[in-house]
């Protein structure tokens, strides 16, 4: 338990408002998206310091997809006047873009991270960050999916904070494998 201990108050704050915002994001609810602003926001700070600039770069990123999660899931989509924003699902075309963005962007952000900067575990970081980016997307856009990535990613992450001495983040990311399950068998149902 000594790796609890060294762990940074940021570190508890974004585990919690982390696990806050999935388990919103499972119930469908709005609040979701104010709740993972606050989780990203911390969570760049942390990771900038622990120079996984791939991490901080997606979580910039997700600071600006809760707040477009939040405008999509009140207005976005074909749906009539207060009715709210179903479940999707991709199509085959969906998916094999999904994958191809996703390898094309670890590609360069890989690249990137490892001649710019002296970031480390700099490929797996890349990989995790750029399908992050597709599975966050797809979150906005309430796609099934998303927690299909989200499952993949989950565990890519959990080695990778662990090997970064990121204990909290390991264990919010272990927790969020079992979240992943429970997301997607949720929004299942709702489809109906």
Same mark, same amino acid.
């Given at each position: ?10 570190? #508890? ?6 696990? %806050? ?5 499972i119930r469908q ?21 622990? @120079? *996984?600039? %791939? ?12 707040l477009y999660g939040?405008?999509y899931w009140l207005? $976005? ?8 924003? =179903?479940?999707?699902? *991709? ?10 963005? $996703?390898?094309? !962007? #670890?590609? #360069?952000?890989?690249?990137?991270? $490892?001649?710019?900067?002296?970031? =480390? ?19 906005? @856009? ?13 565990? $890519? !992450?959990?080695?990778? /904070?662990?090997?970064? %001495? ?5 264990? *919010?990311?272990?927790? /969020?494998?079992? *979240?992943?399950?429970?997301?997607? =068998?949720?929004? @299942?149902?709702? =489809?109906?």
């Amino acid at each position: 338990m000594s790796w609890l201990s060294s762990a940074s108050a940021f570190e #508890a704050f974004a585990l919690v408002t982390g696990l %806050g915002a999935v388990i919103l994001l499972i119930r469908q609810n709005i609040w979701t998206w104010p709740v993972g602003v606050l989780y990203a926001a911390v969570s760049v700070w942390v990771f900038s310091q622990d @120079r *996984l600039f %791939g991490q901080t770069l997606l979580h910039v990123f997700y600071v600006a997809m809760n707040l477009y999660g939040w405008w999509y899931w009140l207005y $976005g989509g074909a749906r009539a006047v207060d009715e709210a924003l =179903q479940v999707g699902q *991709l199509s085959s075309t969906g998916w094999m873009l999904a994958i191809v963005v $996703g390898v094309v !962007s #670890a590609l #360069a952000l890989g690249f990137g991270l $490892g001649a710019l900067t002296n970031a =480390q575990l700099a490929w797996p970081d890349a990989v995790i960050t750029a399908f992050s980016f597709v599975a966050m997307y797809l979150q906005a @856009r309430k796609y099934i999916e998303s927690w299909v990535f989200w499952f993949v990613i989950n565990i $890519g !992450s959990v080695a990778l /904070y662990l090997s970064a %001495g990121l204990n909290f983040y390991a264990v *919010l990311y272990l927790v /969020y494998l079992g *979240l992943a399950v429970v997301g997607f =068998q949720t929004w @299942r149902k709702a =489809q109906g």
